[in-house]
Each structure stands twice: as C-alpha cells, then as structure tokens.
C-alpha cells in the first residue's frame, strides 16, 4: 500500500517541491520547475518509478518531525535503541542551484543509516546512464538521460542492478550530507557549494518572508503555515502561482478523477493575491500583476483559464500508462485539458483581485488598466455564454449561477473603478450589463420553490461555489436566499459534518464516480457562518477542519471522511487560501466583502 497522503511533507525551492514520506523516502521531485517531468515519481506507482530513501537501518527506529520554524526546512527525528539522529531535508532557494540536500546529524549513541537512491527520468520511463566519477578527492555519481542530468555528492554509494545503496554510522556530532543536484545534460559537472551558507540563506529567506504574517488568535498557526505554503506554491522568478505541488493524486482512491494541478489557474492564483494582500504582500501581488500582463497578452477573446508557470499556453492532457497511478489510480495525467474551456467566472476573478490591489496602494500603470477595460469589453461579448464552471465540468454547458455573480462582479468592479477610484472607462455600459446580470441571477438562479440559489438555470439543486456570493457582495451573508442556500447546502452536501462541492449523481460534471467532502468549501461555509452571525458554529467547523492537517500543517484538496484520510493534489492551494479566508472571517475581517453592494 502507498503512504497515505497526509504522510508527505512538502519541501520547496519556490521553483519546484518535493514530497518526502514519514518513512524519510522522497517519493515525488520534478527539477528545474513544479510541472517539469519527474525524477522520482514513486507517489505516483511504488520505489521502481523512482525515489529516495534515507533512514536509520534499524526497521525499528521512530521518527517525529516538523519544520524548523517558518521555514520549509524539514526536520526528521529519528529514535532508536541505538541513539538518535536527525535528517534535515531542504531545497536550496539560492539562484541557480536546484538541489536536495539531506543532512544527517548525530544526537547521542551511534546510529547505522542507509540510503537508497533510485533514479527515474521523465515519469519513470528514462533510467539514466550512470558512473561513478571523482571529483576534488570527492566521489560523485552521474546520472544522464535525455535533457536532464544529476549529481550525488556524499557517502560513497554502490549499485545493486538500477538502484544505488548506502551505509554508514553517525555518532553524537557528526554531520553526513548528500546532495543531489540538477543540471541540463549538456551542461559541464556542477561544482560542490557550501551546504552551510545554502541552509543558512534557504532558513533566513523563509523567515524573513514569514515575518509580515499576524501571529496572533487562535488559528494563527495555521494561518502562518498556509502563508507559506502559498509562498512555496509560487514560482520565484516568474510569479506564477502553482495550484498544488503534483498531479494525479486521486479525488476518489481507485478512481478516474486524477488530474494535474502544477500549472497557474487564473481564478486560484487570484484568490492567492488576495490572500497576499489581506495580509500586506503587496509585492508578491505586484509581481503577479505582471505575470498576468504578460501571460494574457494579446487578443482578450484569446485568454484562457490557465497557463503554464511561465505563461505558457499549450498544456495538452495526456495519460502516462507505464504509471499505475497512486493506489492503481489510473490514469496518469500531464497536462490538463480544462484549459480550452470557457469559464466565465474566471475573468471577474481577476478583476476582484486587482480591485483589492489597487485598493491597497499597488499603482496601476496605463497598461495594466488597459488590460482590464479589455478584459471588461470581453466579459462583455460573451455576457450570455454558457460555461463550464468553477468546477470544470466536463458535461452540459450551463448558465452556472455561481459564474454568473462573477461576470456580475466583473462590471460592478469596473463601474467602482470609474466611479470611486478615477480611472478611465464606459462606466455606463457595464452598469447596464451589471445590473441586466443581476436581474436575470435573480429570475433564473433562484430556485421558487426552495428560495435558494440554484447551481444553474436549469436545475433545483444548490452548489458550495454559492458559499462565495456574499464574499464578492452580490448579496448580504444573511439575505434570506443566502440562508435558504445554507439550509439547502446542510441538507444536501454535508457529509459527515463536511461540504461536497455538489451531487455527483446527477452526472452534471460529465464524469464518473464519487468524490469527496471538499475542504476549501467546508473553510467557505466558515465564513459564511461567521458572516451570518452563526459564530459557535464557525469555530466548531473551523476547529474540525483544522484538526485535518497533518503533523506539519499541510492540507491537500480533499477529505475522505469514512477512511479518515486526506485525498487529491497536494498541498492544495485553494485549501490553504481558504483556511487563511476563514481565519480572518472569525477574527472579523470583512475581506472581499468590505465592498458589499
């Protein structure tokens, strides 16, 4: 059986993560970028896709672990008969050094230790060629293939068929590193560089990150946690915002719905922003105000979903059949086909965000409100289209309810913009359009007989995305068709305490197969709860929700509450963006909703 997910903790270079197991195995690394192929995909199969291990001998010797304050600097503690040991693990955030360095310090007694190393190309399907070579008295291993080729620097390691192995013995004192790095194949062999100085900066670079973050009230934590999750889901030379670390983790265990989450969805990377914003990031959303200018340029009508971390366009799906997938899990994605559909809430996103931006002193340039009145002509164009949905559906195109406010969003940030903060712009056409799409939500997207918001024009049933509608002010928390919405959401999508995005049953999604309780939408009902008064109520979810993360606070996408396991892509950035939306909920910030209309 594969490690449960919650068992991985994540480490990060802000260019690209791992996933390192309890058992100290790395079973998931893509070098140089988050979506580039992997080196170690055993997440995604078992040891023969590729991983590394590093653990005492002694099968059993107890590990405890945590991060080295705000940092993604892992620390594993290793207690034995023998004496105890520590592995702290890290990815350099230095420029030009992308590597795993795992340094192995003695404590007390004396602790045998081995590593296995197994190198896999290109999801698992490139075993490299590899030697042995020495380099300054050092021995070094060398293993290539294709574009990619990486160095093992430390403890000699021997070869057993297509796997590496090594022992040793550390005592109180010693320190052991290994570092394994990237380099492009037709490069020359990367020279060795000072672990201490790259530990020392990677430490100081995350804390001095983190400070900004408030430390206090109840979930603090938490928040400060998921801050820097959302920092190391975000590429630091580009901007982009990652929506998880992997792909293919599996919504449902044995199931289809397995799909690729290292690519930048506009609507996730926006909620980020504002996440960044509410907490005084204000450079972090300049610099994403710039990859966006330079992702979406060109035609408006042309602007897709999502994009590639660097602003790339074409991110065609395909399945990897030599990857069993994570549980047998099939199929492998890479790549993801939702980025040639219409999403039209996706467009009054972004403009939420850059509203919040601007609001909070980040200057807009000539271009980039130009970019914004064409995305504004744009929305416009299309205001009676049919989408997919903020859930990707991948059946019938409706009038999603939820869509619809966010095209409603669009213009009535558009009109503010005029309006209250001087720009530029035919702030008369988009108030008409505005309130044309308010008034056909209120016709078509309420239901008669329940007063609640529907999840289409064409259905009774209700969808957790409405959880969002007073948090963009299109309506109060406490409007009458808001609580007969909650009611309804209670009803019908609770299950075990925990919010379903909707009914799969009635195949709406165009897919087969269950999923399960989705955690940014139970850390939504947290704020509507607060929102709405329902106080007691919000802090019992809120505490529940917290008590999902794992021993080093990381959430992934969703929960299987009958197995008590987590499930899908991780770490999730929605489910750490919306824990930081509800924790700010209970502390009584009003967020996107100070704006209400």
Known sequence: MPAPIESYALLSSCRTAALVSDAGSIDWLCLPRYDSASIFAALLGDETAGCWSLRPVDPDAVATRRYDGDTFVLITRWESAAGVVEVHDFLPTDDGVEAVVRRVRGVSGTVAMRTQLRLRFDYARAVPWVRQIVDDDEPVLLAVAGPDAVTHRGPRLR????????????????????????????????????????????????RRWAEPVDRSGPWAAHVQRSMLVLRALTHADTGGIVAAATTSLPETFGGSRNWDYRYVWLRDAALTLEAYIAHGYLDAAERWRDWLLRAVAGDPADVQIMYGIGGERDLPERELPNLPGYAGSAPVRIGNGAVDQYQADVIGEVLVALEAARLAGVAETPYSWALQRALLDQVADEVDRPDHGIWEMRGDLHLFTHSRVMVWAAFDRGVRAVEEQAMTGDAARWRTLRDRVRAQIDEQGVSAAGGHFTQHEAT??????????????????????????????????????????????????????????????????????AASGRNEDAAALMQRLCRLVNDVGLLSEEYDTGAQRQAGNTPQALSHLALVGAADALAGHSGRAAHRR
């Open 159 to 206: 070869a057993t068929d297509t796997m590496h192995e090594g022992q040793w013995r550390v005592t109180a004192g010693d320190v052991v590193d290994s570092v394994l790095r990237w380099e492009p194949s037709f490069g020359a062999l990367p020279a060795a560089f000072d672990v201490d100085a790259a530990l020392a900066s990677t430490r100081e670079r995350w």
């Open 460 to 529: 009774d049933e209700t969808d957790a995305s409405l959880l969002l509608l007073p948090q963009v002010g299109f309506c109060a928390a406490d409007d009458p068709r808001m609580l007969a919405t909650v009611e309804r959401i209670e009803r019908t999508l609770l299950r075990d305490g925990l919010v379903l995005r909707y009914r799969t049953g009635g195949n709406v999604d165009g897919l087969s197969g269950d999923e399960h309780p989705f955690l940014a939408c139970s850390f939504w009902l947290v704020q509507q709860y």
